[in-house]
């Protein structure tokens, strides 16, 4: 049985298809069995973000609507063996999911696959519910500002009463932060919450802190999870949360400025 | 003049009776909240009806029974058994009886939450008091009839003695709340003075105005 991973927010633009990019990846690299589906269904973006927009030929609603089968929609990644893409249709909207057909989907997936990977649409309405619905973990992306971590505060309320687990009053779903778009050198300024401001407001295990970084924009123009540009400090941070994700102690980095020459030379 | 409520009985199946009630009551619960009934035999007449089942359930579900009306000579002996008074037609009240303590909060009936309050969500403790153990968010909102508790940090809305019971008080470790009232006198976080906020408090009224007290 796999474990389906939701990666959420509620908030808009604040990283999670970058994030859904990067976490498939680095899983898949572990060696896991993966796959990713966009569940923004009317604004697929993942597949732009995977480098896979040229190999679309069906997606998820056609799957659950019959008209496709798995075997003919899941795009297979090239570069990273055990990665497989579900994209979303472009052309619908999200109430061509149903809550059946969701499950259906990931039932048949989970016989298959170690990993589901499920990217959240933003808001808390019926795609985003339907994306959480039937997760085991959840990731909750935030950056580190008030109205993003608000609508976290909000969408951890929805996943410990609105998922599958709550409802059957099972055990609750894993929660974890990401704190992405981290910039050392605004929080000391005091323009931006710090790891600390935010993990006392949501109270919930710190999974990873991605550090602001060009390298981010980058690679979703080039159609390259970040994770896979091992020389930005973005894509190392990603790597470590997912080794933490998968069970190893890795200590936080990029918590703290790096000093650039002139910093180092004045000691500033 | 008197305006009371009247419930037309039509069966005398009480789980029935129950059933549409509560369908009923899950309507507007705080209008129907220690509202006098009156209840109406009419076209029940030459059956029996369980007089003390009937009552309780009534009470049970926080409603005063002040006497029945339509009722024939079994019925009104049953009635008059119980405490429920007589009305024949339109006619004024014979005998009325006091309202009952049915509407007083059990003691001891607090509600205990362990789990964060987050922003959106909304925990009532109706008849009694409040604890939570975690924080309330912003954008969270706890509310009780009683006393309300929070012993990680308060930062939605706090609101103690909903149903108007000027007695009850808010504590909390730390203030940071957006909006704390007791029995509808509301402050909002503008209104919080710096050196009481972030602190451990309790909040009550004096007279009508809301008093916060560092602890």
Redesign the interface.
Known sequence: MARIIVVTSGKGGVGKTTTSAAFSTGLAKAGHKTVVIDFDVGLRNLDLIMGCERRVVYDFVNVINGEANLGQTLIKDKRIDNLFILPASQTRDKDALTLEGVGKVLEELSQEFDYIVCDSPAGIERGALLAAYYADEAIVVTNPEVSSV??S??V???L??KTRRAEKGEEPIKEHLLLTRYSPARVQKGEMLSVEDVG??L?IDLLGVIPESKSVLNASNAGVPVILDQQSDAGQAYEDAVARFLGEQRPHRFLSEKKGFLGRLFGS | MLTLSVLHLLSSDMDRLAAHLDAKLASAPEFFRGLPVLIDFEVMAGQAVDMAALKDMLVARKLMPVGVRGVDEAQRAAAEEVGLGLLAGGSPIARREEPSQSTKPAAGAAMIVR???????QVYARGGDLVVL??V????EVLADGHVHVYG?L?GRALAGVQGDTEARIFCQSLNAELIAIAGNYRVSEHIREEERGHPVQIFLDGDSLRIETL
Not at chain 2, 115 to 121: D, E, F, N, T
């Open positions: 608000r609508d505060d909000r951890l309320g929805i410990s009463s006392e407001i109270a | 789990h964060p309050v987050r922003s959106g969500q975690s924080s968010s912003p954008g969270a940090p930062r």
